[in-house]
């Protein structure tokens, strides 16, 4: 096998953005492995610029690599053309860092942020050289471990994961690491260290757990080993002012999807929206102080020479400092010409004053999420907003110099109609007359998926011929060159759909579609709707048994020993 630095050397000018695979950026972190007793691969099953866009690698990346006795390094998936020429070549997917091979790591970690990038993560695992299923992976070596929001149902992912992090993984990891390292100068079993691993609240060990089904399919019982726990029940953090983030972060040595300071300002939401599962899974709601977010916020520019804060949260206008916390940033960006974005602002909590300090840094649009075309609809899932307080904040936004809204809206909602779909348009239609200027408007519809812990985790999802349906609907109840209209795929959002609300027979299906080709799947090149029916079809499964079913109130959930309550 060629060294990977020669591989390299000969390969990376006949690929795209070769950057994306050489490491070396500002802010990696390189140890002498002999130093350390424990090597941590944090690996995101999509490409580069997506997964170094993303807060909670950058955050354990740091908390992991400041405790002497772990290196941890990243890996992301490699682009098709790539990937092409580590296979030609018998060259094993390997760490940025140290340019090693993954299966050299202890632990493979992987963060689950969408259903689509299960197959990427066994194309991942293949590439390292590490069997895909968790009974081959005997020794304590390679042990696989995912978190995410996908684990609050990480049953069809149960065949190939030893552990899954049930809630918010700062804490927790560590103590498995610490776990793990003990194991080590023990020289435990695996078997030993996974029960040892499983009486760590948040911690979910699938091997120890068995799934009894009836003949219909559905579930009949969910067992678990003598003096483990029934339910595992979440873990989060409760104080955030004293929650680990890092003082600064890597540069990328290409431009990435979010490439700026994202500041983490709240979890949770203080709403209750009824097809919001970051809603549900991330409570109770928790802030950090003003100055906390300042100091944080400082620190990453002034480290990292980025120009543009993002303050991230569910609902940055129900942030209940957001005025004082503008005013503090506003001097420090102002004079060192650092831009200020808040992604996600309420319709119905949008004074003029808010408006008036985002405009003296950003004017370049806003976005909103109304879900839904009526107020009837609005109702239904508990969006408690008005289209007065649509239109309203619309115009304040357009007077204050904004120069385009995009609106986010949802299709198949449980109870909606037609009408409610030709209002969506009409809506925009409505907000695009709102400005004597040319503002630009973008509407956002994407596909009702249900998902586990939310009230609607037991509804339906509307059939493939009617998504279609409402999806040309949409499109033919206006056209015109001020509200430009995207919408997602319904057939990606039905195998989502089959994946959140999935059993583990689904293992099977999974492996199969990788083994046909599929990965990097939620990019709509690479998704072949084809192969996963083939594949469910193959393992005598239905995508609507899991889609499209409205699942009864006795019936036994594939979740429901996962406690995401806390």
Known sequence: MKNIQDFLDSNLLSVQKPSRYIGGERGSIVKDKRSVSLRFAFCFPDIYEVGMSHLGIKILYDLLNAQDYI?????????????????????????????????????????????????????????????????QREGLANLVICGGPCVCNPEPMADFVDIFVVGEGEEVTLELTELYREAKEKNLSKSEFLRGAAKIQGVYVPSLYNVQYNQDGTIAGITVQDGLPAKITKRYIKDLDKAWFPKTFIVPNLQVIHDRAIIEMTRGCIRGCRFCQAGYIYRPYREKT???????????????????????????????GINQLLSDLLDYTEKNKINLSLPSLRIDNFPPELLEKISRVRKSGLTFAPEAGTARMRDIIKKKITEEEIITSCRTAFDGGQSGVKLYFMLSLPGETMEDIEAIPKLAKEIAGLSQ????????????????????????????????????????????????????????????AVLARGDRRLGQVIADVFHAGGRLESWSEYFSYDKWQN??????????????????????LPWEHIDMRG
């Not at 070549?89 to 299960?118: R, V």
């Not at 209209?485 to 959002?493: E, F, G, V």
């Open 535 to 556: 594949s469910l079809a193959k393992h005598n499964l239905d995508a609507s048994f899991y889609a499209s079913r409205k699942r009864p109130q006795e019936e036994i």
């Open 437 to 496: 200027k040319r503002v630009n408007i973008t509407v956002s519809v994407s596909v009702f998926v249900p998902k586990p812990h939310t009230p609607f985790e037991r509804e339906a999802q509307d059939s493939l011929e009617t998504l279609i349906e409402k999806q040309t609907l949409l499109t033919n109840s206006y056209k015109s060159g001020k509200v430009k209209i995207n919408y997602h795929d319904p057939r990606q959002s039905i195998i989502e």
């Open 71 to 135: 290196w941890c390094e990243r890996v992301f998936a490699p682009w098709e053309d790539f990937e092409q020429r580590l296979t030609a070549e018998n060259i094993p997917l390997y760490a940025l860092e140290s340019l090693d091979p993954l299966c050299e790591f202890d632990i493979i970690g992987f963060t689950l942020q969408y259903e689509m990038s299960y197959t990427t993560l066994l194309s991942m695992l293949s590439l390292g050289g590490i069997p895909l299923l968790s009974e």
């Open 290 to 320: 003003p100055q906390t977010l300042c100091d944080q916020a400082k620190s990453l520019c002034d480290t990292t020479g980025y120009e543009e804060i993002s303050l991230s949260s569910l609902s940055a206008s129900d942030y209940s």
